[in-house]
């Protein structure tokens, strides 16, 4: 895998965040398509087969990391950014929905950094941007990813996305830590990953945390989020559905005494 490009960046805003991408003449970032804020005029753009990384080149390679990226529910396509200009030219991608834009330098980071599948939203020219199965079929099946979250390996700079609040935690060898599954947004690869049953038939049924924890073990690094997509889209389903309970003690039985 060859090095990947060494860009420069800067996390502009709170709770709707960009971030934006300083690129100098001839290096290139790549991003999901629909992710792109605003450029700069010398930046070309380009749609491309996987990600352009070296481990992708040829026909053969660059259809296998397409259909690597159908199975975690992306496109087929990425697009690269590239600086043509004479100068320093900027390009600036958003988040797509409130939260926070994590910078993660794979180099410093052991070279790899497996993620929930729906987190990446751009990265260096250079970075693999892959699959990762989970290989316990427990955790394939109640891990809240399925079998397949993302992996992006390399040695420069990748930005993941995450809802709300994002907590970052080392862990020492052999430790642990249970989190929701949902709130999981990336490892490092040498931290291990499994499921637990919650225990217990009443806090399974009325607890209303779900059945299954994800238990972490360290060594390494893990990022947390307090507000996974899932949570807050059934929350503005349910407001949705039921405009008129929000807020009412009765909820849905207070439609049975309106005229």
């Known amino acids: 895998m060859g090095r990947a490009h060494d860009i420069d960046y800067r996390i502009i805003g709170g709770d709707m965040q960009l971030v934006e991408i300083g690129l100098d003449p001839g290096e290139s970032v790549i991003a999901e398509a629909g992710s ?32 690597k990226r159908l199975l975690t529910g992306e496109s087929l396509f990425m697009t690269v950014f590239t600086n043509e200009g004479a100068g320093k030219q900027n390009v600036a991608f958003a988040a797509p929905y409130p939260g926070r834009i994590i910078p ?37 099946f109640f891990g809240g990813e399925g079998f397949i ?9 990748a930005f993941v ?22 709130c999981l947004v990336a490892m490092t ?28 073990t360290g060594p390494g690094r893990v990022w947390v989020q307090s507000l996974p997509f899932s949570r807050l889209a059934s929350r503005i389903f349910a407001a949705a559905e039921d405009p008129k309970g929000e807020g009412s003690i009765l909820g849905r039985l207070g439609n049975l005494f309106e005229n």
């Open 104 to 140: 993660l330098d794979l180099g410093r980071l052991g070279g790899k950094v497996i993620c929930q599948k729906d987190a990446f939203l751009c990265a260096a020219k250079g970075i693999s941007v892959g699959i990762e199965f989970q290989r316990k079929l427990k955790t394939g």
């Open 189 to 216: 690869s040498t931290v291990s990953y499994s499921i637990e049953f919650v225990g217990g038939f009443k806090t399974a049924l009325f607890g209303g945390e779900g059945l299954f924890f994800a238990t972490l």
């Open 149 to 157: 979250m993302q992996k992006l390996e390399g040695d420069g700079l």
């Open 161 to 182: 996305h995450a809802g709300g609040t994002i907590v970052e935690k080392e862990l020492v060898s052999g430790e642990r830590l249970r989190l929701d599954t949902g």
């Open 36 to 67: 792109l804020m605003m450029m700069e005029d010398g930046i070309r753009m380009e749609t491309i087969f996987g990600d352009g990384s070296s481990g992708n080149k040829g026909l053969l390679n660059k259809l296998i990391g397409a259909g």
